[in-house]
């Protein structure tokens, strides 16, 4: 079984009250911790490893994303998947080169640029280029802004769960979904759900938002700024 095969495999049969968790390192050091405390696959987050190479979320050179990955990659034994953003501009080709070339087993894309959500059946006819281009040799986790967008009605969302997996997608990310729109997603998607849960302490568990409709759970940038509060608690000690 290749590694995209095996990360697909991670993401069915699964309990409701199990859901696949997927921590998101922002280098190399950061991989390797959460490789060792046994997680089976990680999932790096664009702002995370933005902010670790010293850009703004979304300013990342398409080069030096894809370099980290690599990195990311060649620190651990299981399976990464990377969030490429909204592809960079390259095309589906290109993109899956690039992909490939780091060792990632899949790729988050997202259906926004610039702060503006693409037309969904646009974006759907470029989600297939890339399925074509890839084969099954990525996992696509095609992310989905309207929440982010100010679009609250979750029918919207659904909508555009249903082209991108009829486009060949193997999950969708509504991310920032509210908790309450968590079932009426699940119910009107087909495949794979993955949930975007910030993690600082509050709302649901994990266990819950898998018994909520998560198939799969990620973090964002959460897990990186929590790190670096962490680390500013240590210099502020440092300094008295």
Known sequence: MSD???????????????????PGPWDAASARV???????????????VAASLGYEDGATPAD???????????????????DVEAGYGLA????????LEAGAVGCNLEDSADGVLKDPAEHAEWLAEVRAAAGDR???????????????????????????VAAGAD?????SAPTGALPLLRAGTQGPVNVFAPWNGEGP??????????TRITFGPWLQR???????????????
């Open 4 to 22: 995209a095969a095996a990360f697909r495999a991670l993401h069915h049969c699964r309990v409701p009250d199990d859901p696949l968790v997927l």
């Open 34 to 48: 959460f490789a060792e405390a046994g997680f089976p696959a990680l999932a790096t987050p664009s702002a995370g």
């Open 64 to 82: 030096e994303m894809f370099a980290a990955v690599a990195r990311i990659v060649r620190a651990v034994d299981v399976p990464v998947s990377a």
């Open 92 to 99: 589906p080709k290109e993109l899956v080169e690039r992909l």
């Open 138 to 164: 990525l996992f696509l986790n095609a992310r989905i802004d309207t929440f982010i967008r100010g679009v609250d009605d979750p029918g919207a969302a659904i909508e555009r769960a249903a082209l991108y």
């Open 171 to 175: 999950c969708v990310y509504p991310i």
């Open 205 to 214: 568990s994990l266990t819950a938002l898998g018994e909520l409709g998560a």
């Open 226 to 240: 929590r790190a670096t509060a962490a680390l500013g608690e240590i210099a502020a000690a440092l300094r008295t």
